[in-house]
């Protein structure tokens, strides 16, 4: 096997891979996504790709962020992201490449100097913890829950018969209030997307990431066929909008929001309803609700009301070039210098006076 960083010239070679050997990849695996994040300008993409005798057998996405503070290395930056070593090998091929990749990251003086964190944030829907753990050795391991439907199999089964009877009695609310869809790829759409988010989480205390990171995300996205976004209408007015992005395995559930005062509406449940509709039409495998605040959160409960199911990815950190961590500083005071970047599990940030 050899290892090399990703080139331009490389580039072609990598998205045939994709198309045709990666059938469980994700959003965050494909080349509109390193596009986009690489039109931020905010992080450097360097891509490891792995070949044997000509051919490429696996990759693993990596952003480089850099900070007077020390820089980050990071398999995807930014909010609501996965990444990880893509690869269709099994067993002991697989495990082979896990090693040669981590090996090869270690020894690339561009990707290590002066760097103090190594972050994978792992893929859903996959089962290589143990591979991480032994090739990567991360030093922290933090534990994040994702739910997800089936869309190979009748979800409703699933569900109680009263989340069932709940459901029925929502949507005839949605209809009673005209409530409507669209379907679109416009890539101005993220405006009237975002300000409906910003609103919304504006009046629960909280704000979304900078437009600017988001409409790169849709227009290079939007270009591959890889996202759309599911809007409400009633009349002439949007109410709610979904964004989603989407292979043909997972269809994720990126951010999606509800104008407060059309709430009663049930506008949520008949976008959602809409959503899982479309994407069993597309033939994807899963769709992806993602993570929640806590079990005990209305936002689980929520997604577990759609017969969910559940599983665990994780974000894991190594530590490099002898990082001790950043002393007696907050979380909040660090966050400033890695905008809109994981660096830490929030407990191993100081907390006291």
Known sequence: MKYYLLERSHTTKLE?????????????????????????????????????????????????????????????????????????????????????????????????????????????????????????????????????????????????????????????????????????????????????????????GAAPAHLSYYHSLVRQMFGGNRGIFIHVLQGSETIGSGLFFYTHFVADVFLRAVKTANMPTQAGTFLDYQAIKYFKGLGCRFLNWQSSPSKESNTYRYKQEWGSKEGTHCFLTRKLNGFQGFGCERAEVISKHYPYHYVLPYEEFHHGE
């Open 16 to 204: 045939q891979y994709i198309e045709k050997e990666c059938p469980h990849i994700l959003a965050q695996h494909t080349l509109e996504w390193h596009d986009a994040l690489k039109a931020m300008e905010s992080d450097e993409a360097c891509y490891i790709v792995a070949e044997h005798r000509e051919r490429i057998i696996g990759f693993l996405p990596l952003f480089l962020f850099k900070s007077p503070r020390g820089n980050i290395l990071q398999s995807s930056p930014y909010p609501i992201s996965y990444g990880g070593i893509v690869t269709g090998l099994v067993g002991a091929e697989k495990e082979t490449l896990f090693a040669g990749i981590f090996g090869f990251l270690l020894t690339q003086e561009k990707l290590v100097k002066d760097t103090i964190l190594l972050t994978i944030v792992t893929s859903p829907f996959s089962d290589d913890l143990a591979l991480y753990q032994k090739h990567m050795q991360p030093d922290f391991q933090k534990d994040n829950l994702y739910q997800f439907l089936d869309l190979h199999q009748d979800y409703t089964r699933d569900m109680t018969s009263k989340a069932r009877t709940n459901l029925k009695r929502n949507l005839r609310i949605s209809e009673s209030h005209g409530l409507r869809v669209e379907f679109s790829n416009q890539v101005e759409d993220v405006f009237v997307w975002y300000e409906i988010l910003r609103c919304r989480l504006k009046n629960i």
